[in-house]
């Protein structure tokens, strides 16, 4: 039987709310959506893990008002840690895909892959990465964000804006198009490594639309 409060599974809607203050320790009167069975991609919990307050409320705001959340900081200082960890304590699925790694165009939209069908070859359209996670309840990170390829992140771009949709066209001119899930988190790592101009750059495009988050301690 299905559970209803696992969010792959389930209705993939938040069935529960998760005191701040009593989860994360934050001197704040603020109530997240979680969901109440932990199910596929939810990250272990960590019980020792000391949460950074700013960058805390950051994600938790991603969370809370479909915000998207810039994590950034140097090498080491435990970004995707942060956020898997808010994200364990909320029973959220998370997803990472890192973008300095030789990800491609089909690893995000998907490929034709050939397959056997009543005794017959035929070609059908796996679904990627992002195709799988904008139909789902799951925080999506990218990883190493200012590292991806251009060719990519032009495909990442219209995920990022708040009602973005994906369309996929098909061979025989017909097309699908995704709307993203209303219960998707997109998140973002950035690491400090890269030139200053680049930096200061970005942050004065997103800062707009985005809840930043800084981590500069292991």
Known sequence: MTQEGNALEGTGIPDIEIDV???????????????????????????????????????????????????????????STHVEQVAARLNWPCIRINLDSHVSRMDLIGKDA???????????????????????ACALVFDEYDAGR????FVIQRVLEVEGKLTLLAKAKSSAHINLSGCLRPLIRLVLETPAVFIMVLNKLTRVRWTVGTLSQP
Request: proline letters at 6%; glycine letters at 10%.
């Open 21 to 79: 203050k009593e989860t994360f320790g934050l001197d704040i009167d603020l109530k997240v959506p979680a969901f109440s069975v932990r199910g596929e991609h939810v990250p272990p919990v960590d019980e020792s893990y000391i949460f950074n307050h700013e960058t805390t409320l950051a994600i938790l705001a991603g969370f809370a008002y479909n915000r998207r959340v810039m994590v950034q900081g140097y090498h080491g200082t435990g970004k």
């Open 114 to 136: 050939i397959v056997l069908q009543d005794g017959k070859q035929i070609t059908e359209f796996r679904e990627g990465l992002l195709p799988w996670a904008l139909q789902r």
């Open 150 to 153: 251009p060719d990519v992140m």
